[in-house]
């Protein structure tokens, strides 16, 4: 059974960093599609940013130059290195493996950007 968890949230000022971590178990790591996700109060989940079994990134552009995915295949981890982070980043950040369209969360992590 796959299982997903997330660490790395917390509290930050603004234009501060924080790297998120997703640390993956009971599956192939390096043959899923990896990605992190956000959801804030009152709003749908969104997607932040994207890395294929093949290092491919992309990001949403309200992210773009700022967060960095990245996956270690050894240590079947994802991160999500948070750079000059805004009010606005603040939100529950979820990790998400999938593979031949089958997915699969983690709880999340939350990020608090004060201002």
Do not use: H
Not at 14 to 22: D, K, Q
Not at 38 to 54: D, H, K
């Amino acid at each position: 059974q796959v299982q997903l968890v997330e660490s790395g949230g917390g509290l930050v000022q603004a234009g501060g960093s924080l790297r998120l971590s997703c640390a993956a178990s009971g599956m192939v790591f390096s043959l899923y599609k990896m990605a992190w996700f956000r959801q804030a109060p009152g709003n749908q989940r969104e997607l932040v940013a994207v890395i294929t079994s093949g290092d491919r990134t992309n990001y949403a552009d309200f992210v773009k130059g700022r967060f960095t995915i990245s996956r270690d295949n050894a240590e079947k981890t994802v991160y999500l290195q948070m750079n000059s982070l805004k009010p606005e980043d603040t939100a529950v950040y979820s990790c998400n493996a999938n593979w031949r369209g089958a997915a699969s969360w983690g709880q999340g992590t939350q990020v608090n950007v004060s201002s």
